[in-house]
């Protein structure tokens, strides 16, 4: 079982900068492959980011690409997502996600993801 925690969320002006944090429990959170999801209101749950178990494989939204970075640190059990030249359209709830299921690859699929954060909001202004 993994709790995932996340961290970072707040009200930020357009081109701003906001960094998430998502802090596992489980001593097997280095063997996931870890993402980051997003639900703005009204629109379903869409893939952001993701990362495989060891760092070394990313992959990223189109409209995000250039201005998120996704990032893992093995040793402190936590996964962050460095979000630059924010803008309104960003704005959303934001949830980190494991996937446990030792995949070669990583997914973007939010079906292949078994446990979920609770979520944290980010808010971009114009």
């Known amino acids: 079982q993994v709790q995932l925690v996340e961290s970072g969320g707040g009200l930020v002006q357009a081109g701003g900068s906001l960094r998430l944090s998502c802090a596992a429990s489980?001593?097997?959170?280095?063997?996931?492959?870890m993402a980051w999801f997003r639900q703005a209101p009204g629109k379903e749950r869409e893939f952001v980011a993701v990362?495989?178990?060891?760092?070394?494989?990313?992959f990223y939204k189109d409209s995000v690409k250039g201005r998120f970075t996704i990032s893992r640190d093995n040793a402190k059990n936590t996964v962050y997502l460095q979000m630059n030249s924010l803008k309104p359209e960003d704005t959303a709830v934001y949830y980190c996600?494991?996937?446990?299921?030792?995949?070669?690859?990583?997914?973007?699929?939010?079906?292949?993801?078994?446990?979920w954060g609770q979520g944290t909001q980010v808010t971009v202004s114009s």
């Open positions: 996600a494991a996937d446990p299921s030792f995949s070669v690859v990583v997914n973007t699929n939010s079906q292949r993801y078994d446990y």
């Open positions: 990362i495989s178990w060891s760092g070394g494989s990313t």
């Open positions: 489980g001593r097997t959170f280095s063997r996931y492959h």
